[in-house]
């Protein structure tokens, strides 16, 4: 029995997340969907390394399944990309060890968020990146990004029902960057871990810190009570982009 470990990308307008759903459209049960008519077999389960939500997009997503098929790695990623719609890509296959799992091996994840910061929207942008006509001060929120830097608990930057899901709000930020360029601003997060709309509510907080809204000193409230109210808005999923999953090399 082999253990494939495959990297795709996909863009998530279409689908209602990763997730297979009961009744909508998902990037699981369409990746799996395409494995059983390449493989000529009943649709394997494959496990994703993160639950990412309805419209959000990945750059290089991580799964991996079991099978027992001999087809080469490089006929598994030509083979899928015949199979497959547009709209999801397969970047590489490789063959793992028995006991690697998408998820759980996971060190650490990078996502981005994109904000179309042109006064006009952009046709070509549509459910691609956020749309902010107004000025966003930059350096207001990069100065405010270094605090979520390092061990927290980001409890006040999780939508309430996924603090169910979890046994602590305690994650590690390592890096926040947020870079313009052309009217494209980026928020590039990178940690070992995010709550359920962590990323969406950690870039609506900068995005209310350059309106005025919230103050640096709101940020470290946020993380000293877990209180929401500190906290910006969520912005929506169109934005946000798995960017990157790290794994032991």
Do not use: W
Request: with cysteine; aromatic share 12%.
């Amino acid at each position: 029995m082999r253990n494939l470990k495959v990297f795709i990308a996909y863009n998530g307008a279409a689908y209602h997340g990763f997730q297979r759903q009961d009744n909508a459209s998902s990037v699981q049960e369409t990746v799996e969907k395409a494995i059983g008519k390449l493989l000529k077999c009943k649709p394997p389960v494959i496990y994703g390394c993160s639950r990412t939500d309805a419209g959000v997009h990945a750059r290089r997503f991580c799964f991996n399944f079991k099978t027992e098929s001999k087809i080469p790695c490089n006929g598994f990623l030509k083979g899928m990309n015949t199979v497959l719609p547009p709209d999801i890509a397969v970047l590489s296959c490789e063959d793992a060890d028995e006991d690697f799992h998408a998820r759980f091996c996971t060190k650490s994840k990078e996502y981005v968020y994109l904000i179309n910061n042109k006064p006009s929207r952009d046709v070509f942008l549509q459910k691609l990146a956020y749309h902010y006509p107004y000025p966003l001060d930059i350096a207001k929120m990069r100065s405010a990004a270094a605090l979520f830097v390092g061990e927290h608990d980001f409890g006040a930057f999780c939508r309430a029902e996924g603090k169910a899901r979890v046994k602590s709000t305690v994650r590690t930020i390592y890096d926040v960057c947020v870079e313009e360029k052309d009217g494209i601003v980026e928020i590039k997060i990178r940690g070992n871990g995010f709550l359920y709309n962590m990323v969406r509510i950690l870039a609506g907080t900068l995005v209310y810190i350059s309106e005025g809204k919230r103050t640096e000193s709101d940020i470290i409230s946020a993380l000293n009570t877990r209180n929401r109210d500190f906290g910006g808005v969520t912005l929506p999923p169109e934005g946000l982009y798995l960017n990157e999953v790290y794994y032991d090399a």
